[in-house]
Nanobody, 125 residues
Framework: VHVVESGGGLVQAGDSLRLSCEAT???????MGWFRQARGKERELVAA????????DYPDSKKGRFTISRENAKNTVYLQMNSLKPEDTALYYC????????????????????WGVGTHVTVSS
């Protein structure tokens, strides 16, 4: 399975940005997640979505400004980020894992099997 992120860049505080992630294989079998890692910090969950797209989950600190969605027909998952802040600056990763249940959301990074190389997001003040 090959996972490729895109859409990162340099934006100003308050701007919005949408990241995309494509994965090869039978995309509808994958639960998907977005993670980020800032310099000197651990990789953390930003958002996760079930195979069907019917269930999503976010850490409390990410609720309200981040939205994850997917289009299984396009093998793509998205991360919409609004009202960006300088502290959102990080390398954003997309991850995939095959799950048996269509409504299961995977929250732990060590449960994901396939990872992209990340896309940089820099938010200037």
């Amino acid at each position: 399975v090959h996972v490729v992120e895109s859409g990162g860049g340099l934006v100003q505080a308050g701007d919005s940005l949408r990241l995309s992630c494509e994965a090869t294989g039978t995309f509808s079998r994958y639960a998907m997640g977005w993670f980020r890692q800032a310099r000197g910090k651990e990789r953390e969950l930003v958002a996760a979505i079930s195979r069907s797209g019917g269930n999503t989950d976010y850490p409390d600190s990410k609720k309200g400004r981040f939205t994850i969605s997917r289009e299984n027909a396009k093998n793509t998952v998205y991360l919409q980020m609004n009202s960006l802040k300088p502290e959102d600056t990080a390398l954003y990763y997309c991850a995939a894992v095959v799950t048996g249940r269509t409504d299961y959301v995977v929250l732990r990074k060590d449960e994901y099997a396939y990872w992209g190389v990340g896309t940089h997001v820099t938010v200037s003040s």
